[in-house]
Protein backbone atom coordinates (compact mmCIF):
# COMPACT_ATOMS: atom_id res chain seq x y z
CA UNK A 1 0.00 0.00 0.00
CA UNK A 2 1.51 3.55 -0.82
CA UNK A 3 0.31 6.62 0.28
CA UNK A 4 0.85 9.48 -1.56
CA UNK A 5 1.15 13.28 -0.18
CA UNK A 6 1.38 16.14 -2.70
CA UNK A 7 2.75 19.78 -1.61
CA UNK A 8 4.23 22.81 -3.45
CA UNK A 9 0.53 24.69 -4.67
CA UNK A 10 -1.08 27.48 -4.11
CA UNK A 11 -1.67 31.01 -5.79
CA UNK A 12 0.85 31.94 -8.49
CA UNK A 13 1.00 34.62 -11.09
CA UNK A 14 0.77 33.90 -14.76
CA UNK A 15 4.00 32.87 -16.10
CA UNK A 16 5.60 31.64 -12.49
CA UNK A 17 7.23 28.64 -12.05
CA UNK A 18 6.64 26.59 -8.80
CA UNK A 19 7.20 22.59 -8.44
CA UNK A 20 5.13 20.39 -7.29
CA UNK A 21 6.52 17.40 -4.72
CA UNK A 22 4.77 13.91 -4.40
CA UNK A 23 5.97 12.31 -1.27
CA UNK A 24 5.19 8.42 -0.95
CA UNK A 25 5.11 6.89 2.24
CA UNK A 26 4.00 2.78 3.27
CA UNK A 27 6.57 1.74 0.15
CA UNK A 28 9.60 2.10 -1.63
CA UNK A 29 8.75 3.90 -5.24
CA UNK A 30 11.52 2.26 -7.89
CA UNK A 31 9.03 -0.15 -8.60
CA UNK A 32 6.37 2.18 -9.47
CA UNK A 33 5.14 4.35 -12.93
CA UNK A 34 4.24 7.50 -11.67
CA UNK A 35 1.84 10.29 -12.85
CA UNK A 36 0.98 14.21 -12.48
CA UNK A 37 -2.88 14.50 -13.50
CA UNK A 38 -5.13 17.60 -12.73
CA UNK A 39 -8.65 18.35 -12.58
CA UNK A 40 -10.70 21.38 -13.58
CA UNK A 41 -13.75 22.78 -12.48
CA UNK A 42 -16.38 21.17 -14.29
CA UNK A 43 -13.85 19.32 -15.85
CA UNK A 44 -12.47 15.55 -16.12
CA UNK A 45 -9.54 14.34 -14.56
CA UNK A 46 -6.90 14.71 -16.88
CA UNK A 47 -3.03 13.32 -17.71
CA UNK A 48 -0.37 16.05 -17.39
CA UNK A 49 3.19 13.60 -17.20
CA UNK A 50 4.44 10.13 -16.11
CA UNK A 51 7.72 8.89 -15.34
CA UNK A 52 8.78 5.27 -15.47
CA UNK A 53 10.31 3.32 -12.60
CA UNK A 54 13.63 4.29 -12.79
CA UNK A 55 13.31 7.56 -14.61
CA UNK A 56 14.59 7.07 -17.54
CA UNK A 57 11.54 7.71 -19.49
CA UNK A 58 8.95 10.51 -19.43
CA UNK A 59 5.45 11.37 -20.99
CA UNK A 60 3.82 14.94 -21.25
CA UNK A 61 0.73 16.00 -22.24
CA UNK A 62 0.75 18.19 -25.21
CA UNK A 63 -1.09 21.00 -23.45
CA UNK A 64 2.11 21.14 -20.91
CA UNK A 65 4.86 19.87 -23.17
CA UNK A 66 7.96 22.14 -23.30
CA UNK A 67 6.80 24.32 -19.87
CA UNK A 68 6.14 21.27 -17.52
CA UNK A 69 8.92 18.46 -16.42
CA UNK A 70 8.57 15.31 -14.47
CA UNK A 71 11.09 13.93 -12.59
CA UNK A 72 11.74 12.05 -9.68
CA UNK A 73 14.45 10.96 -7.13
CA UNK A 74 13.60 7.07 -5.79
CA UNK A 75 16.12 7.78 -2.76
CA UNK A 76 13.90 10.51 -1.08
CA UNK A 77 11.11 8.25 -2.43
CA UNK A 78 8.99 11.66 -4.26
CA UNK A 79 8.00 12.70 -7.22
CA UNK A 80 8.26 16.06 -8.46
CA UNK A 81 6.49 18.47 -11.16
CA UNK A 82 8.42 21.43 -12.47
CA UNK A 83 5.86 23.83 -13.69
CA UNK A 84 7.32 26.79 -15.80
CA UNK A 85 5.33 29.52 -17.70
CA UNK A 86 2.10 29.37 -16.20
CA UNK A 87 -1.06 30.51 -17.67
CA UNK A 88 -4.90 30.73 -15.70
CA UNK A 89 -5.69 27.99 -18.03
CA UNK A 90 -3.58 25.30 -15.77
CA UNK A 91 -5.30 25.91 -12.94
CA UNK A 92 -6.55 22.91 -11.46
CA UNK A 93 -6.47 20.75 -8.79
CA UNK A 94 -2.99 18.70 -9.58
CA UNK A 95 -2.79 15.00 -8.33
CA UNK A 96 -0.18 12.30 -8.22
CA UNK A 97 -0.81 8.80 -8.99
CA UNK A 98 1.47 5.52 -8.51
CA UNK A 99 1.08 2.13 -10.07
CA UNK A 100 3.44 -0.92 -9.81
CA UNK A 101 5.03 -2.08 -12.45
CA UNK A 102 7.92 -4.72 -13.80
CA UNK A 103 8.49 -2.45 -16.88
CA UNK A 104 10.75 0.42 -17.35
CA UNK A 105 9.29 1.59 -19.85
CA UNK A 106 5.46 1.91 -18.66
CA UNK A 107 3.91 5.53 -18.67
CA UNK A 108 0.21 5.33 -19.07
CA UNK A 109 -1.69 8.29 -19.85
CA UNK A 110 -4.96 6.21 -18.78
CA UNK A 111 -6.58 7.36 -14.95
CA UNK A 112 -7.79 3.86 -14.72
CA UNK A 113 -4.18 2.36 -15.37
CA UNK A 114 -3.03 4.05 -11.18
CA UNK A 115 -3.71 2.32 -8.39
CA UNK A 116 -2.65 4.66 -5.64
CA UNK A 117 -3.71 8.90 -5.79
CA UNK A 118 -3.22 11.61 -3.35
CA UNK A 119 -5.68 13.85 -2.25
CA UNK A 120 -4.58 16.59 -4.49
CA UNK A 121 -2.98 19.76 -4.27
CA UNK A 122 -4.34 23.22 -5.66
CA UNK A 123 -2.81 25.59 -8.26
CA UNK A 124 -4.21 28.76 -9.18
CA UNK A 125 -3.20 30.90 -11.37
CA UNK A 126 -3.80 34.44 -11.51
CA UNK A 127 -3.67 36.76 -14.93
Known amino acids: QVQLVESGGGLVQAGGSPRLSCAAS????????MGWFRQAPGREREFVAA????????DTADSVKGRFTISRDNAKNTVYLQMNSLKPEDTAVYYC????????????????????WGQGTQVTVSS
Open 51 to 58: ISRGGGSS
Open 97 to 116: AAAPTSSYYYKPRVRDAYNY
Open 26 to 33: GSTLNSYV
